[in-house]
């Protein structure tokens, strides 16, 4: 991914062996990393179990903030798709009763977006 699209905010995947290796003591026992995501510094996976959203700070890094979401708590999300001139899809996600999105992610071409939904449904519904 160019530094251009991640400056413009847009995801990219990350393997599951890479986010294993770097996060790996975030799961449980019975937990695995299904799909993950790049936004310039801060990292969003699917897991069996959960959504996780790891938020780096500060200059260096070394501060991070880990934000565990249970699928039940989902209460209902969202899929725009890219357009002719808006070339990136965005996916948001309601937790509970919220009228705002709790999660707003970008995703440029390279993801398949619908996979991505796809997934979502079939651990919500």
């Known amino acids: 991914m160019s530094l251009l699209s991640k400056l413009m905010g847009n995801s990219s995947s990350i393997s599951k062996e890479d986010l294993v290796e770097k996060y790996g003591r975030l799961l449980t026992e019975t937990e695995e990393i299904e799909l993950g995501f790049s ?3 801060d990292v969003f996976m699917f897991t069996s179990k959960r959504l996780i959203l790891i938020d780096v700070q500060g200059l260096t890094g070394k501060k991070q903030e880990y934000l ?4 039940r708590h989902i209460s209902r999300f969202s899929l725009e798709t890219a357009g002719t001139f ?3 899809a965005e996916l948001k996600i309601w937790i509970s009763s919220e009228n705002e999105p709790s999660v707003s992610k970008r995703f440029n071409q390279s993801i398949d977006i619908y996979a991505v939904q796809r997934y979502l449904a079939q651990k919500v519904i």
């Open 39 to 41: 936004l310039l510094r």
């Open 68 to 71: 565990s979401l249970p699928y």
């Open 86 to 88: 808006d070339l990136d």
